[in-house]
C-alpha cells in the first residue's frame, strides 16, 4: 500500500479553513483579550454609552478597587440573559438597565422571586419619590413594590410641518382635539399627481402598529389591565376608542398612512410632506432631528389634540429604568452607583442635548439646556414644552402579560376594520356593538391563559 | 435553429439573475451613499451627473468609519477564528463518527442511526435555555469553547458523511488494508479521508458559513464586547432607536468577501461533496 | 510496509481477513457520540421534565403535570401557528422547489456559457447573514416606497401601491423572500442530479421523437427522484422549524394577528418573551413528534412506491 502524495489529503479550499483554524488560533494567543474585573453595568441601547462613558472613566479613576464595567449587550441577548439569570442564577450584572418589557417580566411569580432589588422603601426614605416625576414610577412597579428607578419620562406631542399647515392659513391653536384635527386639516389632504389616490396625509399612523396604539388608548384613559393588574380589555373607553381608530384608517374620512420610522420610506414620506404629522415622544424628536436634516426648521411641536373637549393631551411612549439584581453582591454600593449615573444633572444635560430626552428629576427642569429654542423646531424651546407635559402623563400597568394583552388588543382591532370593510360602514357609532362582543373575547382567552399560571397572583382586589 | 432556441434561455436566465442580484445592487450602492442619500434614493443618487445619477455624492466614508470607529480587525479575528476552528473540528468529528457509522457492523449501530435521524427533527429553540444552563455548570460561559463544544456535534453532519462513505467507500478496500496490517486510523487517514474530500470541502464550507453567520448564539454566550464576532457587531448596529445604515450596509459587505471568496475557492467539490450525500444510500 | 499483495480472491475463505478491532467502531463514534450526548440528548431530557413543569416565576417551578399539553390541544395560538407553519411547508415544497429544479434544469443546458458565474450568483443569497434579509426585504416590502410595491406600480398603474406585503398577506411574502434566499441553495443539489442523468437514455428518446416535456417526465424525473426525495425531506424538516426568517422580516414580531406565528416562534415567544419554558418545552416536544410522525409517513409512502 503505498502512501498518498502529500496534500491531495484534502483539497486547496479545505486546506485553507484548516490553515485559517491554526492561524487565527495562534493569533488568538497572542492578541489576548484583556479580562475586566469588577462590576458589571449592562445596557443596550448603543447612544446611552456615550453619557455613561464620560461619568464612569471618573468614577473608575477614583476608584482603582471599586471598578465598573460599562457592557453594552443587544437588546434580544440581555432579554435572554435575564429570562437565565432568573431562572437558574447564571451569571447577571449588578446593574441593568432594562426596557420595560424585560422588567415586567421579572415579575411574572411571587413578588419575593423578583430578579431585581425591592426599591420601594429605599426611594421613600430618601425622599426620591418626590424628588423625581411620580407617573414614570408606575411602569416599573408592580403590586405597590417598585423594583427600578426610572431614566426618563417620554411624553408625547405632536410634530407637524408648520411650514405647509401656515401656507395653507391654518392656526393649530384652534385644535383642541382629534376632531377638530380632522376637520380643520382635511382640507391639506390632496391628490397631488391625479392618480385618483391623495399624495397628503395628515397624521403617520396605521392599524397595525402596536406602539401607537397603546399611545393612543392611554391617552384616551384606556389599558388592557386594571389598577389591579387584572386583564380588563371590555370597557368603554376601549371600546369607543378603538371604534374610533378605525376610521382613522379606513373609509372615507381616512386621515392616517403609514409613514413608518426607521424606514427610508418613512422618512422619505416626512421630507416629501406625504404625511403631515406624527406623534413624537422626547426620544422620537431627537431622531428627527438626526436623521430628517431636510425638516430643519420647517416642524413644529404642539401638544396632542385630546380625544373630548378638555381631555389629556399628552400621552407617554417606552421607557427605561435601572435595576439592581439580587445577585449583586453589595446591594448598596450599587444602588449608590445608579443614582451617581441617573440623578447626575450633567448626564440628564448631555443626554439632553444629544437625544432630546428630559430627565425624570423634577429638580433637573430647572437646567437652562431645556429652555434654549431649537432651530430644528423652528425655534421651540423643545426641553421645556415636554417638561410641562411630564407631570400629565398616564400611569401604566406593567404586567409579565402586556405583549399577550396587546396582541390580542390589535387582533381586536384589526377584526374590526375587517368588520368594517365587509360592511362599508366605517363611523365609531356603527362600529360600537361590535367593539365591546370582541373586546370581551379577547379577554376571556388572555385570562385563560393568565389562570394557567400557578405561580403568578396579581394583586388582589382591595 | 439551435442558436434561436438559446435566446428564450438566456433571457429567463438572465431575468432571474438580475432579480437575484438585486438586493446586493442595493446593498453596494447603499454602502457608497451617506445617510441622507439612503434615504432619498433606492439605488443611486439622482442628480445632474452622467445619467442623471449625482456620481459625485458616491463616497467611501462608511468603509473608512468601519476601520476606524469600529473594531473590525478584532472582530474579524474572532469570526475567523470561530468558523475556522468549529468547522474543521466539526468535520473531524463528524467524519469519523459518519465512518462509524457507515462502515462498522456492530451491536448498537441501527439504534444509534436512529437516534441520529432522530435528532435530526430537534428543533434548536428547544435546547437553547437548558443549554445555557449546561454551560454554565461547567463553566464554559463567556469563553469560545462555550460556543464551539455545542456545535462540533451536529446530527446533520454525522447524517451526510454517513451517506458519503456508504455511496464512495467499497468495503473490499478497507478490507484489503486490515489484511495488509494497517492500523485502524492509518485506514481512516489515508484511504477514507481521500474518498471522501468532496464531502469534506463541502461540510466545512457549510459549517464555516453557518458559524459565520450566527449571531444569536456568541450574544448569549459571551459576555464581553472584546470577543465577540463579526456577525454580532454589525447586528448591534441595528439600534432600538436608530440604524447607522451606512455602516451596516459596508460591514456587511466586508463581512460577506470572506465567504464569496472562499465558496469560489470551494466551488466545485461544494456542489460533488452535497450530492455525495444526497444520493440514497 | 509496500508488501505485495495476493488479489482477493486466491487468499482462501473470508475467515483469513482480520475483523476489525472490537474498539474501532467506538473509537471513531467517541467524539461525535460525546459532545452528542452532553449538548443535545442531556438538554432534551432537561426539557422533556420542563415540559411537565411550569417556570413562570424567576427560581421556582412547580410540576403541573400534563396541563401544558392538554392546554396546548386547545390552544387557538398554536393551532395558528401550525396551520402557518404547514402551509410555509406546502408553498416551499411546491413553490421554491420546482424553481429550484427550474433554475438547475436552465443552467444544465449544454449550450450555456458561463455556468459557473450563474451558479454563483444564484447561490449567493445563502452567504449572507439574516440580519441583512431583514434589513433589506423591511425595505422591499414597504407600502408605497418599497421596491416591490414601487416596481409594481410603476409597470401596471392599477397596482396599489398600499399594498400591505408584510401587514397583510405575511406568507406570500415569506415565500418570496425564501425563494430568493434558498432556491439557490437547493439548486445546487438539483444541478448534480441532473448532470447524472444517463444522457444515452435522453438522446434515444429524443431520437424516438420525444418531446421535451415527455423527456423530462419519463427519464429525467425518475432519474432524480432519490435526490428529489433527500431535497423534500430537507426542506420539510426546514420549513417546519422556520422561525428567524419571519421574526427578522416581521420585526421581532409575529406580525399583525399573528399572521406569521410559526411554531417555533411560538415556542420562542412562550419560553423567552413571557418566562414559560415549560409551555415553549411541551411546544417543541409536540412539534417534535409530529414531525416524527410525518418522516415516518413519509419513508412508508417511500417504500411503497418502490414497490
Excluded at chain 3, 423527456?215 to 422556520?242: C, D, K, M, T, Y
Aim: proline residues 7%.
Amino acid at each position: 500500500m503505498s502512501s498518498p502524495r502529500p496534500f491531495t489529503f484534502l483539497s486547496p479550499g479545505a486546506w485553507l479553513i484548516v490553515g485559517l483554524a491554526v492561524v487565527s488560533s495562534l493569533a488568538y494567543l497572542a492578541w489576548p483579550v484583556p479580562s475586566r474585573p469588577g462590576r458589571d453595568f449592562w445596557f443596550f441601547s448603543p447612544p446611552n454609552e456615550q453619557h455613561y462613558r464620560a461619568i464612569l472613566e471618573k468614577w473608575n479613576a477614583a476608584h482603582p478597587h471599586d471598578r465598573v464595567n460599562l457592557v453594552q449587550i443587544h437588546y434580544q441577548a440581555l432579554e435572554r440573559r435575564l429570562v437565565a439569570a432568573f431562572t437558574s442564577d447564571t451569571p447577571v450584572a449588578d446593574l441593568v438597565e432594562t426596557e420595560s418589557l424585560m422588567m415586567s417580566r421579572a415579575f411574572a411569580g411571587r413578588l419575593e422571586d423578583v430578579g431585581f432589588v425591592d426599591l420601594t422603601d429605599r426611594l421613600h426614605r430618601e425622599g426620591l419619590w418626590e424628588k423625581i416625576n411620580e407617573p414614570s414610577f408606575s411602569l416599573w412597579t408592580t403590586r405597590g413594590r417598585t423594583f427600578g428607578l426610572p431614566h426618563d419620562v417620554h411624553p408625547c406631542l405632536l410634530g407637524y410641518r408648520a411650514d405647509l399647515v401656515e401656507a395653507a392659513g391654518i392656526d393649530v391653536a384652534q385644535i383642541e382635539t382629534w376632531d377638530d384635527f380632522r376637520r380643520l386639516l382635511g382640507p391639506l389632504i390632496r391628490d397631488l399627481d391625479g392618480d385618483g389616490r391623495p399624495d397628503r396625509y395628515l397624521l403617520n399612523f396605521w392599524e397595525n402598529n402596536r406602539d401607537l396604539v397603546k399611545v393612543l388608548l392611554l391617552q384616551a384613559g384606556g389599558d388592557v389591565f386594571d389598577a389591579q393588574e387584572r386583564v380588563s380589555f371590555d370597557t368603554a373607553i376601549n371600546a369607543r376608542t378603538l371604534a374610533s381608530l378605525v376610521s382613522w384608517v379606513a373609509g372615507p374620512r381616512r386621515f392616517c398612512v403609514d409613514a413608518r420610522d426607521f424606514t427610508a420610506g418613512g422618512d422619505q414620506m416626512r421630507i416629501e410632506g406625504t404625511v403631515l404629522a406624527s406623534i413624537l415622544p422626547d426620544w422620537q424628536a431627537g431622531t428627527w432631528k438626526s436623521n430628517l436634516g431636510p425638516l430643519s426648521g420647517k416642524v413644529k411641536l404642539m401638544r396632542l389634540p385630546a380625544w373630548e373637549r378638555g381631555g389629556l393631551r399628552t400621552s407617554v411612549w417606552g421607557g427605561t429604568a435601572i435595576g439592581v439584581t439580587k445577585a449583586a453582591p453589595d446591594p448598596e454600593k450599587s444602588w449608590a452607583m445608579a443614582k451617581h449615573l441617573y440623578l447626575s444633572p450633567q448626564v440628564a444635560e448631555s443626554l439632553y442635548r444629544s437625544t432630546y430626552i428630559i430627565s425624570p428629576v423634577k429638580a433637573h427642569w430647572q437646567l437652562p439646556c431645556y429652555r434654549e429654542p431649537d432651530p430644528f423646531f423652528s425655534g421651540q424651546p423643545v426641553g421645556a414644552l415636554y417638561i410641562a407635559e411630564a407631570p400629565h402623563v398616564p400611569r401604566r400597568i406593567a404586567s409579565p402579560y402586556m405583549t399577550l394583552a396587546m396582541e390580542r388588543l390589535m387582533s381586536v382591532l384589526v377584526a374590526l376594520k375587517a368588520h368594517a370593510l365587509a360592511r362599508n360602514t366605517f363611523d365609531a357609532a356603527s362600529l360600537l356593538p361590535e367593539a365591546p362582543r370582541r373586546l370581551a373575547e379577547a379577554q376571556a382567552d388572555l385570562a385563560a391563559h393568565i389562570a394557567r399560571n400557578v405561580l403568578y397572583a396579581a394583586a388582589p382586589a382591595p | 435553429m439551435r442558436r434561436l432556441a438559446l435566446v428564450p434561455l438566456y433571457a429567463a436566465l438572465v431575468t432571474f439573475a438580475v432579480l437575484t442580484l438585486i438586493p446586493f445592487a442595493w446593498m453596494l450602492t447603499s454602502s457608497l451613499k451617506s445617510q441622507h442619500d439612503f434615504f432619498t434614493s433606492f439605488f443611486l443618487p439622482r442628480g445632474d451627473g452622467f445619467l442623471g445619477v449625482a456620481w459625485d455624492r458616491l463616497t467611501l466614508v462608511n468603509f473608512r468609519r468601519l476601520f476606524s470607529e469600529f473594531p473590525l480587525g478584532r472582530a474579524m479575528l474572532n469570526s475567523f477564528f470561530l468558523a475556522s476552528v468549529t468547522s474543521s473540528l466539526a468535520t473531524l468529528a463528524c467524519a469519523m463518527g459518519g465512518y462509524g457509522l457507515a462502515k462498522f457492523n456492530f451491536r448498537g449501530r441501527t439504534a444509534l442511526t436512529w437516534l441520529v435521524l432522530g435528532a435530526l427533527i430537534v428543533p434548536g429553540s428547544l435546547l437553547i435555555a437548558p443549554g445555557y444552563q449546561l454551560l454554565w455548570q461547567f463553566g464554559l460561559l463567556n469563553s469560545y469553547a462555550g460556543l464551539i463544544l455545542p456545535a462540533l456535534a451536529p446530527a446533520f453532519g454525522v447524517f451526510l458523511f454517513r451517506q458519503a462513505m456508504l455511496n464512495t467507500v467499497p468495503n473490499e478496500l478497507l478490507e484489503s488494508a486490515r489484511i495488509d496490517g494497517a492500523g485502524e486510523f492509518r485506514i481512516f487517514f489515508t484511504i477514507v479521508i481521500p474518498l471522501v474530500r468532496p464531502m469534506i470541502g463541502a461540510f466545512l464550507m457549510i459549517t464555516f458559513l453557518g458559524a459565520w453567520n450566527n449571531f444569536i448564539g456568541p450574544q448569549i454566550v459571551l459576555h464581553q464586547p472584546e470577543v465577540l464576532p463579526l456577525s454580532v457587531t454589525i447586528n448591534n448596529l441595528r439600534g432600538l432607536y436608530a440604524t447607522d445604515y451606512g455602516l451596516i450596509m459596508s460591514g456587511t459587505l466586508v463581512s460577506i468577501a470572506p465567504v464569496m471568496c472562499l465558496f469560489l475557492l470551494l466551488q466545485r467539490e461544494f456542489i460533488s461533496g452535497l450530492t455525495s450525500g444526497a444520493v440514497k444510500g | 510496509m509496500s508488501r505485495s499483495t495476493p488479489p482477493l480472491a486466491s487468499r482462501g475463505p473470508r475467515a483469513s481477513a482480520p475483523p476489525f478491532p472490537r474498539w474501532a467502531p467506538w473509537a471513531f463514534t467517541a467524539p461525535f457520540l460525546i459532545l452528542f450526548l452532553l449538548f443535545t440528548l442531556w438538554p432534551l431530557a432537561q426539557s422533556l421534565l420542563l415540559s411537565f413543569q411550569q417556570t413562570f416565576g424567576p427560581k421556582s417551578t412547580a410540576f403541573v403535570g400534563w396541563s401544558n399539553f392538554r392546554f396546548l390541544l386547545h390552544d387557538p395560538l398554536f393551532w395558528q401557528a401550525l396551520r402557518n407553519t404547514a402551509l410555509y411547508t406546502v408553498g416551499a415544497v411546491f413553490v421554491q422547489l420546482p424553481v429550484a429544479l427550474g433554475l438547475a434544469l436552465l443552467l444544465n443546458h449544454p449550450a450555456v456559457r458561463g455556468r459557473a458565474i450563474f451558479r454563483l450568483i444564484f447561490f449567493a443569497p445563502s452567504l449572507v447573514g439574516l440580519v441583512f434579509v431583514g434589513i433589506m426585504f423591511a425595505q422591499i416590502f414597504q407600502k408605497r416606497t418599497g421596491l416591490l410595491n414601487a416596481g409594481l406600480h410603476a409597470l401596471l398603474p392599477s397596482w396599489d401601491p398600499e399594498f400591505a406585503w408584510l401587514d397583510e398577506h405575511v406568507m406570500p411574502s415569506l415565500l418570496l423572500a425564501s425563494v430568493w434566499l434558498y432556491a439557490g441553495f437547493n439548486m445546487i443539489y438539483f444541478l448534480a442530479a441532473l448532470q447524472n442523468v444517463n444522457r444515452e437514455l435522453l438522446d434515444a428518446a429524443q431520437l424516438d421523437g420525444a418531446g421535451p416535456w415527455a423527456r423530462f417526465r419519463h427519464i429525467v424525473l425518475p432519474e432524480i427522484r432519490p435526490v428529489a426525495a433527500f431535497v423534500v425531506l430537507l426542506s420539510v424538516i426546514g420549513s417546519f422549524q422556520l422561525f428567524e426568517l419571519p421574526w427578522v422580516l416581521l420585526d421581532n414580531s409575529a406580525g399583525p394577528a399573528n399572521r406569521g406565528l410559526t411554531v417555533v416562534m411560538y415556542l420562542y415567544q412562550t419560553g423567552f418573551l413571557v418566562g414559560d419554558l415549560g409551555y415553549a418545552s411541551a411546544i417543541g416536544w409536540l412539534l417534535g413528534l409530529l414531525l416524527v410522525g410525518a418522516a415516518i409517513a413519509q419513508m412508508r409512502l417511500n417504500r411503497r412506491e418502490e414497490n
